[in-house]
């Protein structure tokens, strides 16, 4: 008998509504089957089977509201859950292993242990016999499951020895990413209770405010603002949409940002960076996401090897993207990664501001509106339009010097826009 349980489907979900089920008592399914559908702080996604067998038990019915990751939601019948013999005391303590139970050893059952050879490791498409969560603990922690040896029923990889190989850290990273801080009530801070309405938390908003929190506190950052003169760029944007309008595709301000954003981390790749515990990690290419306010909150969806990808490209990527995010609609792969990010205000009359990072990012760009102002041109003031952008970074990879050596790249880009169609 075999516990499906409620998937882990992002980074930063905790709970999740579990809105469908593909399945129902007495079907047969395999590996690889889509049984029910999850609703997480950000998505709707299908959950695929990771065993095969019969569906005995419907634990959580569809519609439920608030269910948490790992719990149980249904449970399977399947050959590899057979009960195992009483022969041998090595038997038991199998059998007994996924519930922690440490069984006494017998006379002479560790010398028939140690002198058991050990497991073969799995060959290529040879299929690895791990519980769901055993699985899932193993793809959080890049712990490869061929080279893990089981001490579940009949040799099954179960929740201990993925931890065991992972220096019993696993189960750490399978947890919440930690209880925030203590705060004071309102009614403690001399806001009366029966002065507001309360509106709670949903999944998404308390992502947001962990991951933004994390990142506000422990990542090192500073900003570098400059401005831009964008009259070009708006006459080469209406040139452009002019060609384009034959084909339906209409190219916006925040397009041609991507685009010299891509260009530029390219003309320095040591801003296109993350900081990791091994060491700074330069990506090959320039996934810039794009922040998106979607009800309840804000998703960064990403265009992938934007650097490789035309204005007409990226404006038709971007739209089907934040449509979808606003729908709900993304796949994982879709908002999760990312090597940069822009998150623009312009439309809203915002002058200037600066971001949080999104880590791992070790960038941000915030762009605001483009405006009228005077300028100064050799001896004489003159009108142009202007928009201000900031860059945050993160200290740890991306320095004052390559910070702006980066906007030094991308400002003639936004300001010549040909510069970066040739």
Request: charged share 25%.
């Amino acid at each position: 008998m075999t516990d499906i349980l409620m998937p882990a489907l992002s980074p930063t979900m905790e709970e999740g509504v579990l809105a469908k089920w593909h399945v129902k008592v007495g079907d047969t399914v395999s590996a690889g089957d889509v049984i029910a559908e999850i609703e997480t702080d950000k998505a709707t996604m299908e959950v695929e089977a990771v065993d095969e067998g019969e569906v005995l038990e419907i634990l959580v019915e569809a519609g439920t509201e608030g269910v948490k990751v790992n719990t149980p939601i249904a449970r399977l019948a399947g050959d590899d859950a057979a009960p195992a013999p009483k022969k041998a005391e090595p038997a038991k303590e199998e059998a007994k292993a996924e519930a922690k139970v440490e069984p006494k050893p017998e006379a002479g059952a560790d010398k028939a242990e140690a002198t058991k050879a050990p497991p073969a490791p799995a060959k290529d498409g040879e299929r690895i016999f791990a519980s769901p969560l055993a699985r899932r603990i193993a793809a959080q922690n890049g712990v490869d499951l061929k080279s893990v040896k089981g001490t579940g029923p009949h040799g099954r990889i179960v929740k201990r020895d993925v931890e065991g190989a992972k220096g019993s850290t696993a189960a750490a990273s399978t947890a919440a990413a930690g209880e925030p801080r203590k705060v004071q009530s309102l009614a403690q801070m001399g806001i009366p209770d029966g002065s507001y309405d309360l509106i709670p938390l949903d999944g998404m908003r308390k992502a947001i405010a962990r991951r933004l929190t994390d990142s506000f506190r422990d990542v090192p950052h500073f900003p570098l603002t400059i401005d831009c003169e964008i009259d070009g760029l708006l006459a080469a944007r209406a040139q452009v949409n002019a060609l384009l309008e034959p084909q339906g595709i209409k190219v916006s301000v925040n397009d041609f940002i991507m685009k010299a954003v891509a260009m530029a981390l390219k003309a320095v790749p040591e801003a296109n960076a993350s900081y990791s515990p091994e060491g700074i990690a330069l990506h090959h290419h320039a996934d810039v996401a794009m922040a998106v306010a979607i009800d309840g909150g804000l998703i960064t969806p990403i265009i992938r090897k934007a650097e490789t990808k035309s204005l007409a490209e990226i404006a038709t990527e971007a739209k089907d993207l934040a449509k979808r995010a606003r729908d709900r609609k993304l796949k994982p792969e879709e908002f999760q990664g990312g090597t940069f990010s822009v998150s623009n205000l312009g439309m809203f009359g915002i002058k200037s501001f600066a971001s949080i990072l999104n880590e791992p990012q070790g960038a941000i760009m915030s762009v605001g509106a483009g405006e009228k102002r005077p300028v100064v041109r050799g001896e004489s003031l003159a009108v142009a339009t202007v928009m201000t952008v900031t860059l945050t970074c993160d200290h740890r990879v991306v320095d004052g010097a390559i910070g702006a050596r980066f906007l030094q790249a991308f400002k003639p880009m936004i300001e010549n826009p040909v510069t970066m169609l040739a």
